[in-house]
């Protein structure tokens, strides 16, 4: 999380209001350093409950490490999120933070929300191109999982679907302000 910080603090933000002088502080995570902290995220965020039950070493009953734990990993997420909205991590890696909205809704949903919120009123294209991304990973992995033939009418592919439905009503209802975006998802 620090790094997260620090990230921010000596980011491209540091010269605005004619501050360029400050430019040799300016500090941009190459490609290596953006997929190692989301790497990261993936690793220690979205864990499923089994394995955090075990890494509490059979202090299953103790709610408030319980609920500590959720709080830090909430707060990570919310780091590398706020690393997305200020355009320092590429927004396309945010494709794997948004493919875990469904599941993980009732831990992250309002961060992950704000999150594709923000993205859409930055770049409605870029934001669309990035939900088209987390979809095709979902299903990348389902056919990996599955092989070719997978059944239409499985849990998974319904997952998949309703994810996509939810993403298709973050747009919103005018379709004058979000025509050159949906147009962009079917393209």
């Known amino acids: 999380m620090l790094?997260?910080?620090?990230?921010?603090?000596?980011?491209?933000?540091?010269?605005?209001?004619?501050?360029?002088?400050?430019?040799?502080?300016?500090?941009?995570?190459?490609?290596g350093l953006q997929s190692e902290l989301l790497s990261f995220v993936m690793d220690h965020v979205f864990i499923d409950q089994d394995e955090e039950n075990q890494s509490m070493e059979g202090d299953e009953e103790d709610e408030a490490n319980k609920i500590e734990a959720l709080h830090k990993r909430r707060n990570l997420l919310a780091a590398f999120s706020k690393l997305i909205i200020y355009d320092i991590v590429d927004m396309h890696a945010a494709a794997d933070i948004f493919k875990h909205y469904m599941k993980y809704y009732n831990d992250y949903g309002d961060i992950i929300k704000e999150t594709l919120s923000k993205t859409r009123q930055i770049d409605k294209i870029q934001c669309a191109k990035t939900l088209i991304l987390s979809l095709q990973q979902l299903f990348n992995e389902?056919?990996?999982?599955?092989?070719?033939?997978?059944?239409?009418?499985?849990?998974?592919?319904?997952?998949?679907?309703e994810l996509a439905r939810r993403f298709a009503l973050t747009f919103g209802l005018d379709q004058i302000k979000?025509?050159?975006?949906?147009?962009?998802?079917?393209?």
Do not use: W
């Not at 979000?178 to 079917?186: F, Q, S």
């Open 3 to 31: 790094l997260c910080d620090l990230l921010m603090i000596f980011s491209h933000q540091l010269m605005t209001g004619g501050r360029e002088g400050l430019q040799p502080l300016v500090f941009n995570p190459d490609t």
């Open 178 to 187: 979000t025509r050159e975006a949906v147009a962009t998802l079917h393209k």
């Open 142 to 161: 389902l056919v990996q999982e599955q092989g070719p033939n997978l059944d239409r009418t499985s849990a998974h592919v319904s997952g998949i679907k």
